[in-house]
């Protein structure tokens, strides 16, 4: 069963504007959220996590945001640079990670 | 290292042949899990350790994959007589606590069965 869905395979944006990335998931049991970015060959990068007591954290050009009720979460990048361009998963925790599909985020400049 | 480690990164195996990943964690990590990812989907967990303790086999396929981790540190999985449906992308993570908060991955290994 998918506990984690990213109904989005992809996504494009100009440089410069916002990116955001949406996530669901099933399971109110999971107790931190986690946004990993992936380059082709290369394992996945830890890139930012939120506890499910809050609803918003933030990293710089990073933010990621929380609903509980609606159990939902995105990832905001702003502005977006070309060098965002990769695959972004989000992960759901309890114990371990429960990931979804991925949505690719193409920049352009 | 200051990262994790996967060795290989590439193995191409022949149908039926057993083969041996190896997972080196950042030190001092406390737990340690594999992830299978096939094209074009996420990391599916396979398993997860605590210290030397596997407290969660529930995620591999089958009695034909086995991971140990006898130390605490370094773990090895293992796939018995190898299947095309086992080509995908193996993935090591460790974590520095128990609370899985922020979890570091290596490259990855790279199976081929043909």
């Known amino acids: 069963d998918q506990q984690v869905k990213q109904n989005s395979p992809s996504l494009s944006v100009q440089e410069g504007r916002i990116s955001i990335l949406n996530c669901d998931y099933t399971?109110?049991?999971?107790?931190?959220f986690l946004w990993y970015k992936k380059y082709p060959a290369e394992g996945p990068t830890f890139l930012i996590s939120i506890s499910s007591i809050k609803d918003k954290n933030e990293d710089g050009r990073f933010t990621v945001f929380l609903n509980k009720s609606a159990k939902h979460l995105s990832l905001h990048i702003v502005p977006s640079q070309p060098g965002d361009s990769a695959v972004y998963f989000c992960a759901a925790s309890a114990l371990w990670m429960r990931f979804g599909a991925g949505t690719r985020l193409t920049v352009k400049p | 290292g200051a990262g994790v480690s996967q060795s290989p990164r590439y193995k191409v195996a022949k149908r039926g042949q057993d083969v041996a990943l190896r997972c080196d964690p950042i030190?001092?990590?406390?737990?340690l899990f594999w992830y299978q990812q096939a094209l074009g989907q996420g990391p599916e967990f396979l398993t997860y350790?605590?210290?030397?303790?596997?407290?969660?086999k529930s995620g591999l396929p089958s009695d034909r994959f086995f991971a140990e981790r006898p130390e605490g540190s370094v773990s090895t999985l293992k796939i018995q007589r190898t299947q095309q449906e086992d080509s995908a992308v193996y993935l090591c993570?460790?974590?520095?606590?128990?609370?899985?908060?922020?979890?570091?991955f290596g490259q990855g290994t790279r199976l081929t069965v043909v």
């Open positions: 399971n109110s049991m999971f107790d931190y």
């Open positions: 030190s001092g990590h406390v737990s």
């Open positions: 350790f605590q210290n030397e303790a596997q407290l969660d």
């Open positions: 993570a460790s974590s520095l606590t128990t609370s899985n908060t922020e979890a570091f």
